[in-house]
């Protein structure tokens, strides 16, 4: 299907586990996003990419790294989950600057 | 620091009428504003955007207002539906963040009443 998908859409991980979230787009975006999302702070930015091998950090990229070997692919890993990395992470992506960003439908994220 | 916000945290209409949601930024650089809206479970949806060399740009019954004097953005829809229930956030971009990151206010929730 075209679009942005993300998977899981629900996941619950243990303290000091390592999660990898997935993010597609099937529209050859050179801009891809990674951001939480949290009660009383909206959206905040993680990890952004401009291009494949091409990637940089956001406001919150603490415990969190990505990778972009290929364009169309961009997965967030946490390293060492905490509880405070409890939330809804959306992955967004966009062709240009200065245009708007499409977003996946989000993946919950719960560390017990 | 700079900071993007919203004056109301909620706003209930009744189905028919038309609502404003208010957006207050304080980067006087911001150079590009989007309006999102987002549904409970989904991901934010594009609505509506606005470049800074205009102060007003409509869409399909949306429309968005752009006050640089007064640093404040807002959303107007016309003839609310029980569709437009969802919360509604503002974003923008400036000079002090990366060329593409966004900034996003914590949102409006937007409750319509039939």
């Known amino acids: 299907d075209a679009g942005i998908t993300q998977s899981p859409r629900y996941k619950i991980t243990e303290t000091g586990r390592q999660v990898t979230l997935m993010c597609h787009q099937t529209w050859s975006h050179s801009y891809m996003f990674w951001y939480r999302q949290d009660l009383g702070h909206g959206l905040r930015l993680i990890y952004y990419?401009?291009?494949?091998?091409?990637?940089d950090k956001g406001e919150v990229s603490d415990g969190y790294v990505v990778s972009r070997s290929k364009t169309e692919n961009f997965p967030l890993t946490l390293e060492s989950a905490t509880r405070s990395q409890t939330s809804v992470y959306f992955c967004?992506?966009?062709?240009?600057?200065?245009?708007?960003?499409?977003f996946g439908q989000g993946t919950r994220l719960t560390v017990v | 620091g700079e900071s993007v916000g919203l004056h109301l945290p909620t706003l209930s209409v009744q189905e028919g009428d038309n609502s404003i949601i208010n957006c207050a930024y304080s980067?006087?650089?911001?150079?590009?504003f989007i309006w999102y809206k987002q549904e409970s479970g989904k991901g934010p949806q594009f609505i509506i955007d606005?470049?800074?060399?205009?102060d007003k740009r409509q869409g399909q019954r949306v429309t968005v207002l752009l006050n640089k004097t007064v640093k404040h953005l807002s959303l107007q829809i016309a003839a609310t539906q029980p569709g437009d229930s969802a919360v509604y956030f503002c974003a923008e971009k400036g000079a002090n963040l990366s060329n593409n990151d966004m900034r996003f206010g914590a949102g409006t929730r937007l409750t319509v009443k039939p």
């Open positions: 606005i470049r800074s060399n205009m």
């Open positions: 980067n006087s650089a911001s150079d590009y």
């Open positions: 967004a992506s966009k062709w240009q600057m200065n245009t708007e960003a499409f």
């Open positions: 990419s401009a291009a494949a091998d091409i990637t």
